[in-house]
């Protein structure tokens, strides 16, 4: 259940917050009418799940969604008051069910609210087929279906566009490379790996040689097809859970895994020959920089940057096309 809660998207946290507190809202006067009706019982359904609303609510504003409230609060209680309001108030009652399975849509995770719909509908099909003419049944019977299958492809392609605005956030549109956006993440993430396993990682700093030079002299084209074959190169050199960035315009970051600087040594001059003989530009060389830097005690991302980031600058002034590793 855990793991299940941390892949739940944002949108799901924030349309339970606004669904909970709209449905809470109109549920009032249903609550006050039924009260002066007499029909306690139903008003007492109502004010659990008002209750229950605002709790999600509340958490959801927190940042907290709960998964289980959805689940085995909400769920259940929006069930058994459908279906007793269809048992009580007959016909009337029978628009609770559309609502049921709207708010099922948008305050669960997809898959379980589709199960968890389709249970619904098992549920209260034969209640609304005894209070219910059996043409009006057909019909309700065939517009909750068709509410349901609508709303799941609704929401699926909301998920779907989510995964993909989150993946374009995290992605340099012109090399397919990671962004700067999820960096400290990654080296956070290498550090705490380091501290528990005390498996050695290095990153490399990469730089474009006088790539001023090349977009004065070719075109802004050519650089950016020359910054897109680094790319490619980088792919290609670097093994697979060795991750791969582009921090900034013509400066690229590699983090390698289970690498001690010994190891990254040779993998960053392997990548730097790559970029020289690969004539990425006709008669002109291409050369790149690389500053390579293990963790060691700067235990802090920025600091680890820091330190590599003044290799760099010392692999340029030492005349480029070098690596410096210390
Ligand atoms: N074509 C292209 N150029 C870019 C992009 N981003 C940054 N640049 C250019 O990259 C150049 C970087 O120049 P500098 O920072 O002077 O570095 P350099 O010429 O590589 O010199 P050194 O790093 O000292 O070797 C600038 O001219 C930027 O305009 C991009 O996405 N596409």
Not at 126 to 146: D, H, T
Not at 218 to 238: E, P, Q, V
Request: overall charge positive.
């Amino acid at each position: 259940m855990k793991k299940f809660n941390e892949k739940i998207p944002n949108f799901v946290v924030n349309s339970t917050k606004n669904i909970a507190l709209i449905s809470s809202v109109i549920l009032f006067p249903f609550l006050v009418v039924d009260v002066i009706q007499g029909q306690y019982l139903i008003a007492a359904g109502i004010a659990a799940l008002m209750s229950l609303y605002v709790l999600a609510a509340y958490r959801c504003h927190r940042g907290k969604y709960s998964l289980k409230l959805s689940l085995f609060g909400i769920a259940p209680v929006i069930t058994v008051l459908s279906i007793y309001s269809l048992y009580k108030l007959g016909i009337s009652a029978s628009f609770w069910s559309f609502a049921a399975v709207f708010v099922l849509y948008f305050a669960l995770p997809l898959r379980l609210a589709a199960s968890i719909n389709v249970v619904f509908i098992i549920i209260v099909t034969p209640f609304a087929y005894k209070v219910m003419p059996s043409n009006e049944f057909s019909r309700f019977f065939l517009v909750l279906i068709g509410t349901s299958g609508f709303l799941f492809m609704c929401v699926r392609e909301i998920y779907s566009q989510n995964r993909l605005l989150i993946k374009l956030s995290f992605t340099d549109a012109l090399t397919g490379l990671k962004n700067r956006a999820t960096l400290t993440d990654a080296l956070l993430h290498a550090i705490n790996i380091n501290q528990r396993y005390r498996t050695p990682m290095t990153i490399l700093m990469i730089d474009i040689d006088n790539f001023k030079t090349i977009n004065d002299l070719y075109g802004h084209i050519t650089g950016d097809n020359t910054l897109k074959s680094i790319a490619t190169l980088m792919r290609d050199n670097f093994r697979e859970p060795d991750t791969l960035y582009r921090i900034g315009g013509e400066e690229f970051l590699v983090v390698l895994h289970d690498t001690p600087a010994e190891s990254a040594q040779p993998i960053a001059e392997r990548f730097r020959l790559a970029v020289e003989n690969a004539s990425l530009i006709a008669n002109h060389k291409v050369t790149v920089s690389i500053g390579v830097c293990e963790l060691t005690v700067e235990k802090s991302p920025q600091k680890w940057i820091s330190l590599c980031d003044k290799r760099l600058y010392r692999a340029k002034a030492q005349g480029r096309n070098r690596i410096v590793c210390m």
